[in-house]
C-alpha cells in the first residue's frame, strides 16, 4: 500500500525566513509525485508534478525536489501570503488514485 | 464558474438520516473521486469512477454509496449517517495526465 509522510505538520516562520518542507513517500513503481496547496475552506490547488529522481520544478517562492525516497518543498523568503497547508501526493503503478499525506501548515508572519 | 462545483458547501444533519452530497464539473474529464478529509489524516478516498458505467470503491467505503448521473455529475449518498462521518468531502476530477486533480471547494458536513 502506497504511503506518504510529511513533516513538520505545522511550521511558524518569519516573513523572508526559508524554511523546507519534507514528503516521505513508499509506493510501488512512481507514477508521479504531486504537490498541492490548501487554503482555509477550499479545495487543493495543484502546483507541481515530479516524476523522477533528480527532478525539479519552481513557481514563484516555491521549489520541489524528488528524491527515490523523499520530496522536499522549499520555501524562498516567504511572505505573509505563502500561508497554507501544503499537501504531498503520490501516485502508483496501479493508476488509478492518489494518496495523499496529512499535510504541513504553513503560517508566516509580517 | 468554478471547475468543480460542490453542492451544499455545508450541511449539519441528524443521525440515522439520509444525505446526498452533488457534484458536478464542467472539466470535460471522464475521471471523478469522492475523497473525505479529517484532521491529521490527510484525504482517503471514498469512491471513484472513470466513465458513467464504471464505479470503484476507495479505502474507506463502508457506509457510502454513489451514483455517476452523466460524466459530468457524480453524487455521494451517506445512508444512514453517524456521527464519525463528520467531516470535510471533497470532490475531484482529472484526465488521467500530469496535473493530478481539481477539486472542488468542499461540502462540511457535522452529524450531530
Known amino acids: 500500500e502506497d504511503q506518504v509522510t510529511q513533516s513538520p505538520e505545522a511550521l511558524r516562520l518569519q516573513e523572508g525566513e526559508s524554511s523546507s518542507l519534507n514528503c516521505s513517500y513508499t509506493v510501488s513503481g512512481l507514477r508521479g509525485l504531486f504537490w498541492y496547496r490548501q487554503d482555509p475552506g477550499k479545495g487543493p490547488e495543484f502546483l507541481f508534478t515530479l516524476y523522477s529522481a533528480g527532478e525539479e520544478k519552481e513557481k514563484e517562492r516555491l521549489k520541489a525536489t524528488l528524491t527515490k525516497k523523499e520530496s522536499f518543498l522549499h520555501i524562498t523568503a516567504p511572505k505573509p501570503e505563502d500561508s497554507a497547508t501544503y499537501l504531498c501526493?503520490?501516485?502508483?503503478?496501479?493508476?488509478?488514485?492518489?494518496?495523499f499525506g496529512a499535510g504541513t501548515t504553513v503560517t508566516v508572519r509580517a | 464558474d468554478a471547475d468543480v462545483t460542490q453542492t451544499p458547501r455545508n450541511r449539519i444533519t441528524k443521525t440515522g438520516k439520509r444525505i446526498m452530497l452533488e457534484c458536478s464539473q464542467t472539466k470535460g474529464h471522464d475521471r471523478m473521486y469522492w475523497y473525505r478529509q479529517d484532521p491529521g489524516l490527510g484525504l482517503r478516498l471514498i469512491y471513484y469512477s472513470f466513465d458513467v458505467k464504471d464505479i470503484n470503491k476507495g479505502e474507506i467505503s463502508d457506509g457510502y454509496s454513489v451514483s455517476r448521473q452523466a460524466q459530468a455529475k457524480f453524487s455521494l449518498s451517506l445512508e444512514s449517517a453517524i456521527p464519525n462521518q463528520t467531516a470535510l468531502y471533497f470532490c475531484a476530477t482529472s484526465d488521467g495526465g500530469n496535473y493530478g486533480y481539481t477539486f472542488g471547494s468542499g461540502t462540511r458536513l457535522t452529524v450531530v
Open positions: 501526493a503520490v501516485q502508483g503503478s496501479n493508476d488509478y488514485k492518489l494518496s
